[in-house]
């Protein structure tokens, strides 16, 4: 009975894959979504490539937000979503995240501060699975330092986790999202530096919802919340950018 009754509240939820980097935005968002539509939401938070394999085997999520935009558009490729759903929600922002009691000059040195011999582990997410990870390691690239700091280097499953390597302390340095770095947890805890955008592959964040969804409705309501101007309101206060935003 209470399998029954735990399955039926699954298929009245609205389902959510999210990548981690947009932990804190979604939450806001959903809560603000939420006053007008009288429904569940749920969260899964994750790297974009471990939740897309998820969708690609045949977990019931309804929408698909991912920190890139090949993702989602596997998932068409593999006929698993909607082709005409595929929207951009945001572009994300990699910075470089250190706690206040460090001493390197990230604004002045930037990424070649990780060269300092103080800095033993530094945090990424990890770049087979999530865009985060690919974007920390082209910028370090970028700026030369990687072959020199590539045994430093730690991997979160997903940018949250690389956030959390660096809040705890068993990392010096992280290179994370913009939108962690902005979030509670963090931004009173240390000081970031952004990294040049022009450095590493454009963080095109978008999503899609899967095919079959039990809740296409409801998923096609976010999403075009998402894309209103209360939801871009949401996400432009964690960092993110707009598709449309000029920089």
Known sequence: MFGAALQAEEKAALLIA????????LDEAVVVFRKDQDMQVKVTYGSSGSLFAQIDNGAPFDLFLSADAKFPRLLINNG???KESLFQYARGHLVLWVPHSSRLDIDGSGLKSLFDASVRKIAIANPDVAPYGT?????????GVYGAVRGKLVLGENVAQAAQFIESGAAEAGIIALSLALA???KDKGRFWEVPPDTFPP???AGVIRSGSAQREAATKLREFLMSEAGREV????????PDDNR
């Not at 990548?19 to 935005?25: I, M, P, V, Y």
């Not at 996400?235 to 707009?242: K, S």
Request: proline share 3%; glycine share 2%.
């Open 235 to 242: 996400l432009r206060r964690y960092g993110f950018l707009l």
């Open 184 to 186: 509670p947890n963090l």
């Open 203 to 205: 963080l095109e964040q």
């Open 18 to 25: 999210a990548a981690s980097d947009l932990k804190f935005a």
């Open 80 to 82: 698993k979503a909607e």
């Open 135 to 143: 974007a920390a390691v082209a910028a370090m690239k970028s700026a």
